[in-house]
Every structure is written in structure tokens, then in C-alpha cells.
């Protein structure tokens, strides 16, 4: 028998736990049943209390304490620790039942979605036929505010393609906190970064407020290393965010669903793109917000 899933996946601060809290919130409204595990061995407070949580198996703060490890070597070993224990996971997960949407909040370090083949092995683990058998679905998040610095969204967006290309599971992508650029970005500008495209460097506020101040960003050659500010507005990091803009535009994998946690109707529509990508329900469509529901001023 199938179960079905959801792994929140992104970057520290991106409102991982935040919108499994909505989540949770969401199904019990619309009386359906969540089984909620937490994967981060740092996480400390919750708004739902996980009913499986790693702690229970190992913490962080233990592993760098005992091991002398730093915050991220402490959670490469705790995964590996995971990896060591699957009955941890087992015994838990093997007695739901298809009513159940299993939600996993995962930890905010980068490396587990990039270059490590820790999550591709647990992802195999819970989605093997035969065994836990479970429906799953990735869900990355990444911080709307990043829209705002060019740089960091191409960068959030090659995160994103990257765990896509290593999980090899129905994936989607969301720019979280809408709330917070509601009053920043227009309908029209936010509708261009619905999908990653190289057209979107030609308007770079920082670089056009450089050229407004008069700062000269045509060669970086003889910059001085140690100077942040020279290095990130000259010409090799231009040319390395193109790069990154281009190599998105190549795969033309990612495009980003927007998310409002606040926003029972936006959660909701979140939801019914994870069960369309479960087949939680074969006949159910997914269904999209209207653009005034995300931002209703116009400039």
C-alpha cells in the first residue's frame, strides 16, 4: 500500500518550518491526517510537536560536543548516523496508511542538495516499491526577498536545479514569504522571476544603483581580493552570474509556484500542486492564486 509525502527542502531562512506549520494547520482544517517528522537535529521549537523527530536518535548539539565537529560536519554525521539506523524511520513510518500526508522538514544546509549523496540514498530508501513504498514529493523553498538581489536568486535557483537533478523525485519550487515583498515589487516585475532568464541581469538594481554613484565595474583585474565590495561589482562576477543565469536557461528546469504562509488559500494551492505530483487525488487539478492575492497594488 502506498503512503504519500512531502520532503521541505531550502536554505536556512527560508520558512521551511514556517510553512510545514501551515501545512499541518491546512490538513487538520480540511480533515486530513499529517504525520509529521522532523529530519533537522538542530531545530529546537516547533508551532506542531513532530511525532518523529531525530533528536530522538541524535542531536546536533551532542555530535559536535562529543566529536568536536563544527555545525556542518555535526550534521553530515548525524545523517549518516540516520543512514545507519533506518528502522528509526521504519518502525515509525510502516504503519500509516495512504490517509496520511508525511511531512519531513528538513535541515537548511546546502551541501546535503548539492554535491552529497546522503538524501538521493534516503530518498531511494523511502520510495522504494515494496518496502515504505512512499509517494514523495520535494519541495524547495527559496525566500522571496531574493529577488531582490539578482545574485542570490540565481544562486538560490541553481541550489534548486541541483537538488532536482540529484533526488530525481516530482519536485516543485517556491518562493516563500510572499508577504514580505508585497509592498516591495510590483505584480508585473515579480511575474518575471516566475522563471530564471538572463534578461534579468540587464536591470540589476545594485548594478544600476553602482553606475548611478558613478563607480567604474568594467574590470575587477587589479581589485583587491579582501575588498567584498570590489570583487562582487566587477566584471568575473558579472560574468560568473551570467554564467549561472545561462546554465539555467539551458536546463530550463526550475520555475517557482509563490507561497504566502500567512495565507490559508495560498497554502492551499501549494498543496494541490504536492498532490497533483503524488497523485494523492488522480481526478484533482492544480490549482493557482490569483495574482491580486499575492500583490494588489500597481505602480
Known amino acids: 500500500m502506498s503512503k504519500y509525502g512531502v520532503m521541505v527542502m531550502g536554505p536556512a531562512g527560508a520558512g521551511k518550518s514556517t510553512f510545514c506549520a501551515s501545512l499541518i494547520t491546512h490538513l487538520q482544517l480540511n480533515r486530513r491526517s499529517a504525520f509529521y517528522v522532523n529530519l533537522d537535529p538542530a531545530a529546537e521549537s516547533f508551532e506542531h510537536t513532530p511525532d518523529l523527530d531525530i533528536k530522538d536518535l541524535i542531536s546536533l548539539e551532542d555530535v559536535m560536543d562529543e566529536m568536536k565537529l563544527g555545525p556542518n560536519g555535526g550534521l553530515i554525521y548525524c545523517f549518516e548516523f540516520l543512514m545507519e539506523n533506518l528502522d528509526f524511520l ?37 520510495t522504494t516499491p515494496g518496502a515504505l513504498d512512499i509517494r514523495l514529493c520535494a519541495a524547495y523553498l527559496l525566500e522571496a526577498t531574493f529577488v531582490v538581489d539578482r545574485a542570490k536568486y540565481f544562486a538560490g535557483s541553481l541550489s ?112 494541490s500542486y504536492i498532490d497533483d505530483c503524488i497523485q494523492y487525488h488522480e481526478a484533482q487539478e492544480p490549482r493557482e492564486l490569483k495574482d491580486e492575492e499575492f500583490d494588489e497594488s500597481e505602480e
Not at 537533478?165 to 508577504?179: A, C, F, R, T
Not at 587589479?222 to 568575473?236: E, H, R, V
Request: without cysteine; hydrophobic residues 40%; proline residues 5%.
Open 90 to 126: 521504519t518502525e515509525a513510518l510502516d504503519s500509516l496508511t495512504e490517509e496520511y500526508l508525511i511531512i519531513f522538514d528538513m535541515p537548511g544546509q546546502i551541501e546535503l542538495y548539492t554535491h552529497i549523496p546522503i538524501l538521493p540514498t534516503l530518498v531511494k530508501f523511502l
Open 160 to 271: 534548486a536545479m541541483s537538488a532536482m537533478i540529484m533526488l530525481e523525485v516530482p519536485h516543485i519550487n517556491i518562493l516563500s514569504k510572499m508577504d514580505l515583498v508585497k509592498n516591495q515589487v510590483r505584480k508585473k516585475d515579480l511575474k518575471k522571476f516566475i522563471t530564471p532568464d538572463t534578461s534579468l541581469l540587464l536591470d540589476d538594481p545594485a548594478d544600476l544603483a553602482r553606475r548611478k554613484a558613478g563607480e567604474d565595474t568594467s574590470d575587477d583585474q587589479y581589485a583587491d581580493p579582501q575588498d567584498k565590495n570590489a570583487m562582487l561589482s566587477g566584471a568575473t562576477f558579472k560574468r560568473l552570474n551570467t554564467a549561472v543565469a545561462q546554465l539555467l536557461e539551458t536546463f530550463s528546469m526550475v520555475s517557482y509556484l509563490k507561497l504566502d504562509s500567512t495565507d490559508e488559500d495560498s497554502v492551499g494551492a501549494i498543496l
